[in-house]
């Protein structure tokens, strides 16, 4: 059995997991991409306070049941997750996502969000005209890059190419 390489976007909207060969030039058909947000619905239940906090925990216990079933059918020789340091909602998932790997007794790399995009020729910063990108322009500008490496991908969207480019971008740190 090959062994395998994840990538972890930790995104609660727009994060995903991609699984890649770590091989010198990967099959596409061994390539798989897992969104956050097709495991739960994007209703909460309930206005309620104890309603929300509900929703939340049953949306943890479906993230970890996944991220558990992927771990262990496609037992990762390295799991590589996105630090995350600013926004509150994703440190959580962050950390979820570290709960998980802990109970499963697996290791990840860091890896900063300036090294896979520098590494991986995605733009960030200001735009030429000195706005600032909007999200849905960096979802755009990985998901060209993503799709440009790897075109034959069905499941490759906008939510799921930076985990994709992470995964690769670990790959070539190992290959």
Known sequence: MNKVIIGIDPGRKSGAVAVMPLDKRPCYSEIKVYNFS??????????TKKGKVKYLKKRIDETSEK?????RVHNPYRVFLEEVFRVQN????????????????????PVNWKQWKTEMNVPFGRLPNGTKRTEEQKRADEYEIASGLYPLIDELNKKNSASLLIAEYGRRKLV
Do not use: N, P, Q
Request: charge should be negative; charged fraction near 30%; hydrophobic fraction near 45%.
């Open 67 to 71: 991220l558990i079933e992927i771990f």
């Open 38 to 47: 097709d495991w739960w619905a994007d209703k909460e239940c309930g206005t």
């Open 90 to 109: 994703l440190v959580e998932h962050r950390a979820e996502i570290i709960g998980v790997l802990k109970t499963l007794k697996m290791s990840y790399e």
